[in-house]
């Protein structure tokens, strides 16, 4: 029997009971996927699972994402080529140099995002797993983007609805000064399209789909969008729509990157390591091609 306890009125939600290393029975899976459509995010504590445990469990809510967005794709750790490293440590598990280029990149995850919003067709879940922790800091904190969408003005509602904004993972490095990129990486990053207004069907509510990696809003000239998407996403993460996650070994915490944003907080990674694998789902199609807000 699975426990839900909401940790907001409406966002975020702890689910008890579960143990991640069988596959799940219908029942856990509907509930599990009621509760992360009404909430935004689950977390679910205590589990001792390996990768291919993750990759299982992943799949049961829909197609896994397989291919890696990240640079120095040949000096990777881990085994599948889906799993997403977000860790400070290199392909031989030792805290990764400080001028490294990894590092630098990874610190992109910093900035409020969605993930795989520069991908054309972006992701839809995130499964995050905890497999060691420094002993304070790395938080990950996300943020109600649906809450954010009912709390402004009907006026602002309408210059928002139609618009459409370019994201690359080169726009969201460019605000902290990473700016070295191959140009198979440039070819790879160039700038896709998405609504900056989604409706979520499965709760029928509308979210802002904001993210660092927008850099251009079309039709609109770049310093005047850039400062609107500064204010929405100043808007939609006050303390209000936003909820810290403190990690704990064995959390896997899992996200709708279609109704929430995320970030990662700060910590002392020249000392200590900090594990986490990602497995992203894919959404059902490019936001353009998707029903409009
Ligand atoms: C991610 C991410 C932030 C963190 O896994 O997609 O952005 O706290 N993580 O590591
Ligand atoms: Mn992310």
Redesign the pocket.
């Given at each position: 029997m699975l426990t839900v306890t909401p940790l907001k009125p409406e966002f975020g939600a702890r689910i008890e009971g579960a143990d991640l290393r069988r596959p799940l029975s219908a029942e856990e899976f509907t509930v599990m996927d009621a509760t992360i459509n009404r909430y935004g995010f689950i977390v679910i504590p205590g589990q001792d699972i390996d990768d291919d445990q993750q990759m299982e469990f992943a799949a049961r809510f829909g197609p896994v994402d397989q291919t890696r967005a990240t640079v120095d794709v040949q000096k990777q750790r881990l085994k599948y080529s889906a799993m997403?490293d977000?860790s400070n440590l290199d392909e031989k598990g030792q805290i990764l140099a400080a001028d490294d280029r990894r590092r630098f990149f990874s610190l992109g995850?910093r900035l409020w995002?969605s993930?795989s919003s520069f991908k054309a067709t972006p992701a839809k879940y995130?499964l995050?797993h905890a497999r060691s922790i420094p002993p304070s800091g790395?938080?990950?904190e996300f943020a109600d983007t649906r809450g954010a969408w009912e709390a402004l003005s009907a006026e602002m509602q309408a210059q928002l609805r139609d618009l459409v904004c370019d994201h690359s993972l080169i726009y969201s490095r460019a605000q902290l000064g990473f700016s070295e990129w191959t140009e198979a990486e440039r070819r790879q990053f160039e700038p896709v399209p998405q609504r900056l207004v989604r409706r979520h069907a499965e709760s029928g509510r509308i979210a802002l789909f904001l993210s660092s990696h927008i850099g251009r809003i079309h039709g609109m000239p770049t310093p005047e969008a850039m400062m609107l998407i500064r204010d929405l996403l100043e808007h939609s993460t006050q303390p209000c729509f936003v909820h810290a996650h403190r990690w704990a070994v064995g959390d896997v915490v899992m996200w709708d990157n279609r109704t929430s944003l995320?970030?990662?907080?700060a910590y002392d990674d020249r000392r200590y390591k900090r594990d986490?694998r990602?497995v992203t789902l894919l959404d059902v199609a490019p936001t353009l091609e998707q029903e409009a807000a």
């Open positions: 997403n977000i995850n995002h993930d995130s995050l790395g938080e990950t995320h970030r990662g907080r986490m990602r």
